[in-house]
């Protein structure tokens, strides 16, 4: 049995999802840009979701968002469920799409953090050897959109969907920085330069140790039939928070285990016939089972 997840509403999370044997079936082309995109959308348009910076690589993506109603888990699994289904369609596969892997949902414990991860998110091409700059990788890549305030518009994939359907027709997607991050001026100029720094660092860190970007040409000629060539790593960490500060870090960790007590508790009386409050951030027996949730004290 898999520990119980506590969901808050008003979360920053980086969500990370590999596809089945880190096989490219991700791999970027017009199509599989617009599906991507439009599961995306329409997934954060169903669950009120507010969609900060998406990359999608030829075998994963990095999407970070802010979950303000908390509704994190249910936006994940319509997405990444929509996506597999429309993407097998168009690959003409039926076998598992995603990892068997449980998928990372990485709460940001403090705000400060999230820029960070906004940089990881958007280098992460860049980081891979993949391109020299974020704007030239072909697949998936944010950014851009996210700096210039372009909002999205991605018409319905005929591979998968049906024109008779209940699916609509268009999606539009508009990235953000929620206000909780701060002034949005300054978060894009601070991530405009963070990255600029960063593609720097990494072209000096390739030439320093010999290594050549595939490129973008070399990218768009591999098949979806790929593999890395670098072995998978096993056993790592699965982190549940992220935190620069070791203290917050700690904090957020304290008050998951007092959660789990407080749940635990709550679920041996329930389970006996009575009618306990669980804690706040109780997610699955409330959506499942309707049990009792205690109200989130700020």
């Given at each position: 049995?898999?520990?119980?997840?506590?969901?808050?509403?008003?979360?920053?999370?980086?969500?990370?999802?590999?596809?089945?044997?880190?096989?490219?079936?991700?791999?970027?082309?017009?199509?599989?840009?617009?599906?991507?995109?439009?599961?995306?959308?329409?997934?954060?348009?169903?669950?009120?979701?507010?969609?900060?910076?998406?990359?999608?690589?030829?075998?994963?993506?990095?999407?970070?968002?802010?979950?303000?109603?908390?509704?994190?888990?249910?936006?994940?699994?319509?997405?990444?469920?929509?996506l597999a289904k429309s993407?097998?369609?168009?690959?003409?596969?039926?076998?598992?799409?995603?990892?068997?892997?449980?998928?990372?949902?990485?709460?940001?414990?403090?705000?400060?953090?999230?820029?960070?991860?906004?940089?990881?998110?958007?280098?992460?091409?860049?980081?891979?050897?993949?391109?020299?700059?974020?704007?030239?990788?072909?697949?998936?890549?944010?950014?851009?959109?996210?700096?210039?305030?372009?909002?999205?518009?991605?018409?319905?994939?005929?591979?998968?969907?049906?024109?008779?359907?209940?699916?609509?027709?268009?999606?539009?997607?508009?990235?953000?920085?929620?206000?909780?991050?701060?002034?949005?001026?300054?978060?894009?100029?601070?991530?405009?330069?963070?990255?600029?720094?960063?593609?720097?660092?990494?072209?000096?860190?390739?030439?320093?140790?010999?290594?050549?970007?595939?490129?973008?040409?070399?990218?768009?000629?591999?098949?979806?039939?790929?593999?890395?060539?670098?072995?998978?790593?096993?056993?790592?960490?699965?982190?549940?928070?992220?935190?620069?500060?070791?203290?917050?870090?700690?904090?957020?960790?304290?008050?998951?285990h007092e959660f789990l007590?407080?749940?635990?508790?709550?679920?041996?009386?329930?389970?006996?016939?009575?009618?306990?409050?669980?804690?706040?951030?109780?997610?699955?027996?409330?959506?499942?089972?309707?049990?009792?949730?205690?109200?989130?004290?700020?």
């Amino acid at each position: 049995m898999t520990l119980p997840r506590q969901v808050i509403p008003g979360s920053f999370y980086k969500i990370t999802r590999r596809c089945t044997q880190r096989q490219c079936l991700l791999h970027p082309n017009p199509v599989t840009n617009e599906i991507f995109l439009y599961c995306l959308a329409e997934a954060a348009q169903r669950f009120d979701i507010e969609v900060m910076l998406p990359t999608a690589l030829s075998n994963h993506h990095h999407t970070d968002i802010f979950d303000r109603y908390g509704n994190v888990i249910p936006f994940v699994e319509h997405f990444h469920r929509l996506l597999a289904k429309s993407m097998n369609a168009y690959l003409g596969r039926s076998e598992n799409f995603w990892s068997s892997e449980q998928v990372s949902i990485v709460r940001i414990e403090d705000p400060a953090d999230v820029i960070d991860k906004l940089v990881y998110t958007a280098l992460n091409p860049v980081a891979a050897d993949l391109v020299e700059r974020v704007a030239d990788w072909p697949g998936v890549s944010g950014l851009e959109d996210l700096l210039a305030q372009r909002t999205i518009t991605v018409k319905r994939p005929s591979c998968f969907f049906s024109a008779s359907g209940s699916m609509p027709e268009t999606v539009t997607l508009s990235l953000v920085i929620p206000p909780e991050l701060g002034d949005s001026d300054a978060v894009r100029r601070e991530l405009r330069e963070r990255v600029a720094a960063g593609e720097q660092r990494l072209a000096a860190e390739r030439t320093q140790a010999g290594r050549r970007v595939l490129g973008r040409r070399g990218i768009l000629k591999r098949s979806w039939r790929d593999f890395p060539a670098t072995e998978a790593p096993r056993r790592g960490l699965r982190p549940r928070f992220a935190a620069r500060s070791r203290a917050v870090l700690e904090a957020a960790l304290q008050r998951y285990h007092e959660f789990l007590c407080a749940y635990r508790q709550a679920r041996r009386a329930w389970l006996e016939g009575e009618a306990p409050h669980f804690p706040a951030g109780t997610y699955w027996l409330q959506r499942f089972a309707g049990v009792t949730v205690a109200p989130l004290v700020q």
